[in-house]
């Protein structure tokens, strides 16, 4: 029998393991042009939450009693599609099932031997797009210049980090444990670091971490932590608006701060992020990370859970912390 998660509820506030519903069905078996894909790695995001939700957005909410769908590397089985030969590894955005039949539209070939199958959800997937084009594109780093980013110890953080020091920014990262904060230090290069769990004036430990004020900031979270920052504006600045983890839960629309007057102030740009925007600029981003990665400028680090069980709670933990760098679960 073949395993699949499908969305049980729509999650009120802090998603449940009840939200989610396991169900069994006969191993599926392929026609003409088809693959037989059997799951490895599933990766676990925060902006799934976002599609739990039944409102519009950039991308169509998931269907109730339907399966969840995200990036997934897998092994084809059995192939009756000219494409792919058995044993290929293939990644894509696929339903949390341990295995599942595909056309092959819409997958990408990935090799086992240039890296680790379960980096092709992380660097060298969306979160290093997402890392990479972001920064460069909306936050449009200078030499000397400093570089805040929220969620600094997560998957699209550290990578973000690391390129604004290889760029030759003063790169500031804020996240939740002593230990994230000391990993972003001795792994990726970040100058100075802060935990926003443990300071009481994230707008004072902003200005203390940032002597010469914020030019970029690259933020992952919204909320609080992101008000800070707009106090420590420079003129001209730009923020890179990625991900609002700290508001995905709410029940109610969060009160914050009014930012007009400070981008009028600061003649600052504030833009929304959003991946898929920038599909032309995939290949030349990934060559871009993979030469970084294979000159030893760039590394990650995953958290990894394993079995196909764990993938629900596994995405439950990203909204307490419980990853460091990319959260994938190996099947
Ligand atoms: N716009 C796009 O195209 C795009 C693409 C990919 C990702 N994203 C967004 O980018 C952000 C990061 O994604 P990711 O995949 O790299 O996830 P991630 O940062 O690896 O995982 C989530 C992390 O967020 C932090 N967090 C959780 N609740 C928080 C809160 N209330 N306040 C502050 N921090 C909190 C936790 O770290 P701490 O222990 O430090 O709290 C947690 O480890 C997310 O908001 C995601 O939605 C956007």
Redo the contacts with the bound molecule.
């Keep these: 029998m073949n395993k699949t998660i499908l969305l049980n509820n729509r999650p009120v506030g802090l998603p449940k393991l009840s939200d989610f519903k396991f169900v069994s069905e006969p191993l599926p078996h392929i026609s003409s042009g088809e693959i037989l894909l059997k799951s490895k790695y599933v990766s676990v995001?925060?902006?799934l939450r976002g599609r739990m939700r039944d409102v519009k957005s950039y991308i169509q909410p998931f269907d109730l009693g339907k399966p969840i769908v995200s990036g997934i590397v897998a092994e084809v089985l059995e192939s009756k599609n000219t494409n792919f030969v058995k044993g290929d590894f293939v990644s894509g955005m696929l339903e949390w099932k341990e295995q599942q039949i595909s056309n092959g539209e819409d997958l990408t070939k990935v090799d086992p031997k240039k890296a680790p199958l379960s980096a092709y959800l992380g660097i060298l997937g969306?979160?290093g797009l997402?890392a990479y084009l972001?920064l460069t594109e909306i936050g449009a780093p200078k030499k000397g210049e400093t570089l805040v980013v929220?969620?600094?110890?997560?998957?699209?953080?550290s990578i973000v980090g690391q390129i604004g020091h290889i760029l030759g920014l003063h790169v500031v990262g804020i996240?939740?444990?002593d230990e994230?904060v000391a990993m972003l230090k001795s792994k990726f290069g970040f100058d100075e670091t802060i935990n926003?769990?443990t300071t009481k004036n994230m707008t004072e430990a902003i200005a203390a971490a940032c002597p010469n004020g914020v030019d970029v900031y690259f933020d992952?979270?919204g909320?609080d932590?992101s008000d800070a920052v707009l106090f420590n504006i420079n003129k001209f600045a730009r923020m890179v608006i990625?991900?609002?983890?700290?508001v995905?839960n709410a029940l109610a629309m969060p009160k914050s701060l009014s930012v007009q007057t400070f981008l009028i102030r600061n003649s600052a740009l504030m833009q929304g992020?959003?991946?898929?925007d920038y599909k032309e600029k995939y290949p030349e981003a990934i060559r871009q990370l993979a030469q970084w990665l294979s000159e030893g400028k760039l590394t990650y680090t995953e958290t990894i859970r394993e079995g196909f069980e764990e993938i629900p709670q596994a995405f439950i933990d990203?909204?307490?912390?419980?990853?460091k760098?990319?959260?994938v679960v190996k099947i």
């Design positions: 995001d925060p902006y969306m979160t997402t972001g929220s969620g600094a110890a997560g998957a699209v953080g996240a939740g444990t994230k926003y769990k992952n979270v909320g932590i990625c991900g609002a983890i700290s995905y992020f959003i991946i898929f990203l909204f307490s912390g419980g990853n760098g990319k959260m």
